[in-house]
């Protein structure tokens, strides 16, 4: 963290109050929610934006992309059930916000963007906290092969349908949290790896994501 945006009492104080909110909307896994309260999403923004960097809130980190609200982080993290060891995937790295959450979580974190200058920039936010998660440039519709399988998928843009090659990556017991729709609202997606050839699927409520962009998203 640099002089500038040092995490102080200030902003420690505004994180437990968006805790709080997480936890009255309905969030209820404790290490979902401790992890929301140990990161300082400020250095994952502008400083020009840090006085909102813990409202519940999406925000701006260019390339016309954003930094998911909170409420949506903890959402998904919780579907993904995730255990201290497990290998997770992201699609969408973007700040990498997310990426710190799974990483504090204990979690063996991968993650793609498509986006150089996202990339870039998630990497020096995690380097400044200490993480070093794998991180891709590349397309994630197509996942990440190489160090598949996955205990865990989630995917942080809204994909026209599940990708299959996602689907294909999970190993048995695996979940694949992702946002299925148009691009004005899609529903969240669980699918559970339950045997080699065997998935449960289950629809959850409606978000509203950027688009997924790919080979096997939107054009
Ligand atoms: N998880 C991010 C965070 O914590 O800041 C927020 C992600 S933002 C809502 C969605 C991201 O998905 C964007 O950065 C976008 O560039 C990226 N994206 C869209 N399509 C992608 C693809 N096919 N592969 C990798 N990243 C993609």
């Not at 040092?6 to 929610?33: A, C, M, P, T």
């Not at 936010?125 to 519709?141: C, F």
Request: include cysteine; glycine fraction near 8%.
């Amino acid at each position: 963290m640099t002089a500038a945006n040092k995490d102080n009492r200030k902003h420690s104080k505004r994180r437990s109050q968006l805790v709080k909110k997480l936890e009255e909307k309905g969030i209820k896994d404790r290490n979902v929610l401790q992890a929301i309260n140990a990161i300082p999403r400020h250095i994952f923004i502008d400083t020009a934006l840090e006085n909102r960097a813990y409202e519940d809130t999406a925000l701006p980190i260019g390339q016309g992309q954003t930094i998911s609200q909170p409420y949506t982080v903890a959402a998904q993290t919780e579907l993904l059930e995730v255990k201290k060891g497990d290998k997770i995937l992201e699609i969408g790295t973007g700040s990498g916000y997310q990426s710190a959450i799974l990483c504090h979580m204990g979690a063996d974190v991968y993650s793609v963007e498509r986006h150089e200058k996202l990339y870039l920039n998630a990497k020096k936010n995690l380097q400044e906290l200490g993480y070093r998660p794998q991180l891709k440039l590349g397309d994630g519709t197509l996942g990440w092969s190489a160090y598949a399988p996955y205990d865990g998928i989630v995917v942080t843009a809204g994909a026209p349908v599940v990708p299959e090659d996602l689907v294909k990556q999970l190993s048995v017991g695996g979940r694949l949290v992702v946002p299925v729709g148009d691009q004005d609202s899609q529903v969240m997606v669980r699918i559970t790896r339950v045997a080699e050839d065997a998935y449960e699927e289950e629809q959850l409520r409606h978000f509203k994501f950027v688009p997924l962009i790919g080979e096997k998203g939107w054009d």
